[in-house]
Structures are given as C-alpha cells and as structure tokens.
C-alpha cells in the first residue's frame, strides 16, 4: 500500500538577549503551517511567481493557531529575514528583532513573503516572552516536510 500524505510542520527557537549580552530566556516551540502556507508550497512547486517568503513577524495576539489564520492576531513588528537555509527536505529561517523593534509582551509569530499584508506561511501563539525596549529577541524557524 502507498502513503502519499504529504506533512508540513515547524518549529522555532527563541533567544531573548538583554542589552548586556545576557541569554534572558530561550524557548523551542512548535507551529502550525496554515492553509495559505500549504497553498503556497504547492505553488512554488508549479514555478508560480509568487514572491519567497522573505519576512518574519512577532506579535502579542493570544487566540490560537488555526489553519485558516492569514496574518497574526496583533503584530507588534516585522523584519526582513537575516537567513533563508534549504537543506533537504526542510528549510531554515532566521531573523533578529533588535531593540526598539517588536517591544512588548509577544506571544505569537509568523512567517510572511512581504514586508506588509503578504502571504502567510505559518503561525504560532505561545506563553509570553516580555522583549524590553532594548533587548534583541532572535527566531531560529525550521520547516520540515515529511511523508507519513
């Protein structure tokens, strides 16, 4: 018998850093790839022009990931991705919120090909990480697609 269902699923790390240099808090934390994300990887796949994703954003919406979401909740910022890094099947994205960008109590994440509105790729809500106005909060996103 064949399996030909197709999983995508992510999960990030994140490294709350003090003005000082000092690892405040660090967390790993699954996400949900959203129906618009699927869509996305299936068109990518058929060479469409949609642009790659290029953004990630951090915001403080609380209500809870769901398929159907399209943007975050309550975005507090958005920065253009510092590292886009395909290694087989999965690839890795990174980004840096530096002081003064995304400050608040963030609860939630994304990834976008846009630097406003766009597509979204995935989302995640978590417990609050309270990012001061000049710590640096820094994203590690891994996706890995898997037939199961």
Avoid: Q
């Avoid at 642009?51 to 975005?75: P, Q």
């Avoid at 886009?84 to 990834?111: L, N, Q, R």
């Amino acid at each position: 018998m064949i399996n030909d269902n197709l999983k995508a699923k992510g999960r990030l790390s994140v490294v709350l850093t003090g003005a000082d240099g000092t690892i405040k808090e660090t967390r790993s934390i699954d996400n949900l790839v959203v129906n618009t994300g699927l869509a996305f990887i299936t068109s990518r796949m058929a060479g469409t022009s949609s642009a790659v994703m290029s953004h990630m954003a951090v915001g403080s919406g609380s209500v809870a990931a769901a398929g159907g979401n399209t943007a975050l909740g309550t975005e507090l910022g958005r920065v253009t991705l510092s590292g886009t890094t395909p290694t087989g099947a999965a690839i890795e994205y990174t980004a840096t919120f530096g002081a003064g960008v995304a400050t608040g109590a963030v609860t939630e994440a994304g990834i976008l090909n846009a630097a406003s509105v766009g597509t979204l790729l995935c989302r995640t809500v978590f417990a609050v990480v309270n990012k001061g106005a000049a710590d640096t909060l820094s994203i590690t996103w891994t996706i890995t697609l898997s037939a199961s």
